[in-house]
């Protein structure tokens, strides 16, 4: 297993931008595909993006356009940049690979 820490969420207004980080421990993370993934309150948990280990990436149809995954083998990181945020896109945001999830960071969108 992996351990992954998220940091980089906090409170933003709409249209405002935040860059999330997941640092990930241990000697294979280039190999490894790594996600984000959302949940709201009483929602479920949403695929937000994904990222292979040669860096391509898929998105949710809902951030398209709006949110960028990328990662640096070198750093052990991977990274989702937001912009355009709504209030719809508050969430706890977890990163993810394979079996091992981060504790989470809270975004939230508001006026």
């Known amino acids: 297993q992996v351990q992954l820490v998220e940091s980089g969420g906090g409170l933003v207004q709409p249209g405002g931008s935040l860059r999330l980080s997941c640092a990930a421990s241990g000697n294979i993370f280039s190999i490894r595909a790594m996600g984000w993934y959302r949940q709201a309150p009483g929602k479920q948990r949403e695929l937000v993006a994904t990222i292979t280990p040669t860096g391509r990436a898929n998105y949710a149809d809902s951030v398209k356009g709006r949110f960028t995954i990328s990662r640096d083998n070198a750093k052990n990181t991977v990274y989702l940049q937001m912009n355009s945020l709504e209030p719809d896109d508050t969430a706890v945001y977890y990163c993810?690979?394979?079996?091992?999830w981060g504790q989470g960071t809270q975004v939230t969108v508001s006026s």
């Open positions: 993810a690979s394979g079996l091992s």
